[in-house]
C-alpha cells in the first residue's frame, strides 16, 4: 500500500473496506493511527466548494483520523483569475478553508496542502502545467507556505503529455524552478497523459539533479574557502597541477555523475546505439529497479485481505473479470 489510493472510493463503503486492506498492512487498527498509510486527496472545483465525492473523501478521512492533501482546482482562465497572482490568492484560501473544515471536525489530524495552481491551455482546454501561469502561481504558494508557516508541501506536476519524453521535459523545467526556490516536498505528484514505468528512474534523476545542486549550491557564494585565491596564486596560470592538487581532489563530490545519463563523446555515444536517455537508458535502469523484491506479507495478512476483498466486492457488487 503507498501513496493516496483512496482517492478512487465512490462510497464510504469502499472507503471502510481500504480502511481494512490498511490495517492489516500495518499490523492492527492501532498501528494504523500511528502510521497511516496514505492520505486522503482534495480536488475540489473552486474555492469554498465540495462536491459529493469530496464530500465523501472528507467524511470518510473525519471517521478514521487519516491526514488530508487539499488542493483547489481555480482553473484559470475558465474558473479562476487569468493572473497567477489572483489565482493563488483564490487557491491559498481554498487551502486554508478545508484546513480548518477539517481540524474543527477532526482536531489533530495532519494536513499536507498540495499547492497547485491549476490553469487550462484555452487553445485545448486541458492542463496547462507547461504554461508560466501554472509554475510560477504553484511556485509563489509553496513560498508562502515555506515563508510564512515553516510547512513542508505536496506537490502536483503533471504533463498533460502522452510522449515520455514530453514529460519528462516539462516535469525538469517545472521541478527545477521549485528546486531553486527551495521548496521543501514531501512528493512530487507525477501525473501524465500516458503512465510509463520509466518515469520512475527519470524522476528519480531530476530529483537527484535537484539535491545535487541544492547540496553544493554554497560553492558559488564568494568566500575565501570557495575563490581560492591563494591556491590560483600558488598553481598559477597555465594550471596543470590542479587535477592533482589536494584542494580539488578534497572536493570530487562536488562533480557527481549522473544516475543514468550517457555522457560519452558524441562518437562513442553513436557507436553504442545512439540510446535515448528516456526511451532507452531509464528503461535500462528499470530493469535493475525490477530485480529489487520487496518483503512479502505474511500469508495469514494475504489470506485475510483476500478475504476482505472478496467481502468487499461481493457487498457492494463489484464484478471482477
Not at 490495517?23 to 492492527?28: D, N, P, Q, R, S
Not at 480548518?100 to 494536513?111: C, I, M, N, S
Not at 516539462?170 to 497523459?193: H, K, M, P, V, W
Not at 495469514?300 to 457487498?315: T, Y
Amino acid at each position: 500500500m503507498g501513496g493516496p489510493p483512496c482517492t478512487t472510493v465512490s462510497t464510504i463503503e469502499e472507503y471502510d473496506y481500504v480502511e481494512k486492506l490498511a490495517a492489516e498492512v500495518a499490523g492492527g487498527e492501532e498501528e494504523l493511527r500511528k502510521r497511516p498509510l496514505f492520505w486522503t486527496v482534495y480536488n475540489y472545483i473552486g474555492t469554498l466548494q465540495l462536491n459529493r465525492f469530496n464530500s465523501w473523501l472528507l467524511r470518510a478521512s473525519m471517521k478514521y483520523h487519516w491526514p488530508i492533501m487539499p488542493a483547489v482546482t481555480a482553473a484559470a482562465p475558465l474558473m479562476g483569475p487569468a493572473m497567477a497572482a489572483g489565482n493563488t490568492a483564490i487557491s491559498h484560501a481554498g487551502i486554508l478553508f478545508m484546513t480548518a473544515l477539517k481540524q474543527f471536525h477532526d482536531p489533530g489530524a495532519a494536513v499536507v496542502p498540495n499547492n497547485i495552481v491549476f490553469s487550462l491551455d484555452p487553445m485545448t482546454g486541458r492542463g496547462g502545467a507547461h504554461v508560466p501561469h501554472f509554475m510560477l502561481g504553484t511556485c509563489a504558494m509553496n513560498q508562502l507556505w515555506h515563508e510564512l508557516y515553516g510547512l513542508p508541501t505536496a506537490q502536483y506536476g503533471g504533463t498533460f503529455a502522452a510522449s515520455l519524453d514530453q514529460q519528462a521535459f516539462n516535469l525538469a523545467r517545472y521541478l527545477t524552478l521549485q528546486i531553486i526556490s527551495g521548496t521543501d516536498f514531501i512528493f512530487e505528484q507525477c501525473g501524465g497523459e500516458a503512465f510509463d514505468p520509466a518515469l520512475i528512474p527519470i524522476c528519480a534523476e531530476i530529483a537527484r539533479m535537484g539535491r545535487s545542486l541544492m547540496s553544493t549550491f554554497h560553492q558559488i557564494y564568494p568566500a575565501p574557502e570557495n575563490l581560492a585565491l591563494d591556491v590560483t596564486k600558488e598553481v598559477g596560470a597555465k594550471g596543470e597541477k590542479w587535477m592533482t592538487h589536494k584542494y580539488n581532489l578534497d572536493r570530487l563530490k562536488m562533480f557527481p555523475p549522473g544516475f543514468c545519463l550517457d555522457t560519452n563523446a558524441f562518437d562513442t555515444w553513436l557507436e553504442k546505439g545512439a540510446r535515448s536517455w528516456v526511451y532507452d537508458l531509464c528503461r535500462e535502469k528499470l530493469k535493475e529497479l525490477e530485480k529489487h523484491e520487496p518483503k512479502p506479507l505474511p500469508k495469514d495478512v494475504v489470506e485475510r485481505m483476500n478475504a476482505i476483498v472478496k467481502e468487499g466486492n461481493d457487498k457492494l457488487r463489484v464484478r471482477v473479470e
